[in-house]
């Protein structure tokens, strides 16, 4: 991460380390995601060599989100979020920084024009800082943007819909370039009716020659362009609010390619301010020595670089965690939810799967612990649209070979299925497999309750406990489903999760049972795992198991080794 007194001075600092010719943990990880470009290419070079220290922006959303809960207890509920960012609409895609943060923190009051520099001036903060909860807080993300092109070619970036590239941001380029024609005297150009364009050529009629003149005057002006808002942004922020802190996130949105990748965000600003207190200094926050060094140089950082950029995302938990420790003990690879949705996404991607062809099906445990936001059912809910639930308890999917039909005649003309499937098991804090710590109760429990229920009923002989006359049919076919194993399960080194990776394999041979083929061309997709419900505030994980397409007439296509860690 690079912060220096003028944006000068980080383009000469940027030059030296060569960082676009290295490949990092990061790097490797954020392109197995379909997050970041691919190592090597030329939009990767471009992005590093003159943006190095950049991340998606997820990434930059997380690490600061995590600091502030965990440091300063803020929250949606007590905070409240202002954005000065440029207005143009390629700066408000699904997971951009000013989007994400939004999500997360709640509604937004924007102080930015074109350029990205906070127009509302003091009057608007005033007002804005005036909405604040009591002994409530600010959080302020701003800065301006920049395109980067497939090619490598910085201030370009191809529209969606558009058949040629066209500049961003297109303000401070066409401020550059007016400044440069006119020798750095932009005072003829003013417009009563263009305020927001004059302020910006005004600040690059002070830079247009020393910008002119660097290796890349775009990536320049981009710079240039920050600090002319943190200037301004700077000049209008204060403290006078209540007794709440006032947090600045500043740097450069950078705009990759639609579609190919996510947008990026470089930290150049992240401080904490409060009145009558010293301020702080954050921007630390986003470097990690272990997941950003040349893998070249550390070969051994590549071994475990998934987990390791999983904990800097604060999807995983550092490898210090008995919880941790155990799940990859005993389900080794497993992946933490987005990350899983992610990949999967990027690979189905390549097989014609969209949001509009799709149908989703799930066959998951009820347990309403699998169904928290960050959990993968959810997170693939809000991406792919409206699911059929399929399964009952311990995950199979008791709606049978009539409710596969009736939901498969639902599929899109030509159109593709998903289904996710699977048990779930839970670990405690200890990393105890099998118990988890349910909300707002004071002991363990077990998870699955119902798969261990019914492998202490087969271990007891008690198949049928409560007579012939219960209604319990799901209960009563999982016994005696794990009846014939449970002598060996019981002999293993921990029986719980041995009750987990078998509670799959009914799941799955029972899935097997009822799909089929006949709803259409289309593919058949099946994604089995079994679900870790880790401990709060941790999220769940999942030990990818199956994942297959299927289509009609053809052989199905194993893609297992996709989600699978590599070295």
Avoid at 123 to 151: L, M, N, Q, R, Y
Avoid at 436 to 463: D, E, N
Wanted: charged fraction near 20%.
């Amino acid at each position: 991460v690079v912060a220096a007194s003028s944006f000068l001075d980080v383009i000469e600092a940027n030059s030296k380390p060569a960082r676009e010719k290295q490949e990092t943990a990061q790097d490797k990880v954020f392109h197995w995601l379909g997050r970041a470009p691919k190592p090597g290419s030329k939009c990767f070079e471009a992005l590093h060599k003159y943006f190095p220290g950049s991340l998606p922006g997820a990434a930059v959303h997380l690490r600061s989100k995590a600091l502030l809960e965990d440091k300063y207890g803020m929250n949606p509920k007590n905070t409240l979020l202002g954005t000065s960012f440029c207005p143009d609409e390629i700066n408000n895609n699904e997971f951009d920084l000013p989007t994400l943060m939004r999500n997360y923190w709640g509604n937004v009051f924007p102080m930015g024009g074109i350029g990205g520099s906070p127009y509302v001036g003091e009057t608007g903060f005033k007002a804005f800082s005036s909405h604040v909860a009591e002994d409530g807080h600010i959080v302020v993300v701003f800065g301006p943007h920049v395109g980067i092109s497939e090619d490598g070619e910085v201030g370009k970036y191809l529209r969606e819909g558009q058949g040629s590239t066209s500049t961003a941001c297109g303000a401070v380029v066409g401020a550059y370039n007016a400044c440069l024609a006119a020798g750095g005297d932009p005072s003829s150009d003013e417009d009563i009716y263009d305020m927001q364009m004059n302020e910006i050529m005004s600040e690059f009629a002070k830079h247009a020659a020393a910008i002119s003149e660097t290796e890349n005057p775009m990536a320049s002006s981009a710079y240039a362009a920050f600090y002319m808002v943190l200037d301004r942004m700077r000049k209008i922020v204060n403290t006078d609010f209540g007794s709440g802190k006032l947090v600045l996130i500043g740097g450069i949105q950078i705009n990759m390619p639609h579609g190919s990748m996510d947008d990026h965000f470089l930290p150049l600003v992240f401080e904490v301010h409060q009145s009558g207190a010293e301020s702080e200094d954050l921007l630390d926050n986003f470097s990690d020595i272990a997941t950003q060094q040349d893998l070249k140089l550390c070969p051994w950082q590549g071994k475990t670089s998934l987990r390791e950029v999983f904990s800097f995302m604060t999807w995983s938990p550092p490898s210090n965690y008995p919880a941790y420790q155990a799940m990859h003990k005993y389900f080794p690879g497993a992946l933490p939810s987005q990350a899983l949705h992610e990949r999967k996404r990027s690979i189905l991607k390549k097989y014609g799967f969209t949001k509009q062809n799709t149908l989703m099906a799930t066959s998951l445990c009820p347990d309403e612990i699998n169904h928290d936001p960050s959990d993968l059912p959810v997170i693939m809910q809000n991406h792919w649209g409206d699911v059929f639930p399929m399964g009952g308890i311990s995950g199979a999917p008791f709606v049978g070979k009539t409710g596969f039909k009736a939901f498969s005649s639902h599929v899109p003309e030509d159109g593709n299925i998903i289904i996710l499937f699977g048990p779930h098991v839970g670990i405690s804090p200890d990393g105890e497999v099998g118990a988890c710590m349910r909300h707002g109760q004071g002991k363990m429990s077990t998870a699955c309750g119902a798969v261990v229920g019914a492998y202490k009923a087969a271990l007891s002989g008690a198949t049928d406990p409560e007579g012939s006359d219960a209604y319990d049919k799901q209960m009563d076919w999982i016994v005696s489903k794990i009846a014939p194993h449970a002598k060996a399960i019981e002999q293993t080194a921990s029986p719980m999760a041995a009750l987990s990776h078998t509670s799959y394999n009914i799941v799955r041979d029972k899935m097997f049972k009822i799909v089929n083929n006949d709803f259409g061309s289309g593919w058949l997709c099946l994604v089995g795992c079994i679900q870790i419900n880790m401990p709060d505030p941790l999220e769940d994980h999942f030990y990818p198991c199956t994942f297959e397409l299927r289509k009609a007439g053809e052989e199905t296509i194993d893609l297992l080794h996709e989600l699978k860690e590599f070295n």
